[in-house]
């Protein structure tokens, strides 16, 4: 996926400066997958085995973590796709009709979750992680 999609994908934009977020799932962490993230991302790779540490526990940090996969894949799988072109036709259709006021809310959310990491100097975040 990495090294025919995602990397190819890459060069095909204008980026001058990314960073990659890589979690510690250990489906993620192979040494061939770390060694190719650090060849691609050098020191802008966040990674548990990378220059940057990932957060540990802090999938609650990531806008696509605690929003976006959890909405896209209850709307994608809503009429129960029996086909690989319904799926993907069915995950195009959600992402292009995603509202911008919707994604200014998500970063709004996300931005008083790192004012509270910061405050709390990153302590746990029971506030969030338990709201109810």
Not at 62 to 73: M, Q, S
Request: net charge negative.
């Amino acid at each position: 996926m990495i090294t025919n999609f995602f990397i190819p994908e890459l060069n095909n934009h204008d980026v001058q400066e990314l960073w990659f977020q890589q979690d510690g799932a250990t489906c993620h962490t192979a040494r061939a997958t770390i060694d190719l993230l650090k060849d691609t991302f050098g020191d802008c790779l966040i990674s548990g085995f990378g220059p940057v540490n990932w957060p540990p526990r802090s999938c609650d940090l990531t806008p696509l973590d605690y929003f976006l996969w959890g909405y896209v894949k209850s709307l994608v799988y809503a009429d129960k796709p029996q086909t690989l072109d319904h799926l993907e036709d069915n995950i195009r259709r959600v992402i292009a009709d995603i509202l911008p006021q919707m994604l200014k809310k998500v970063i709004e959310n996300w931005t008083s979750r790192l004012d509270y990491v910061r405050a709390s100097r990153g302590s746990h975040m029971p506030e969030i992680i338990f709201k109810m």
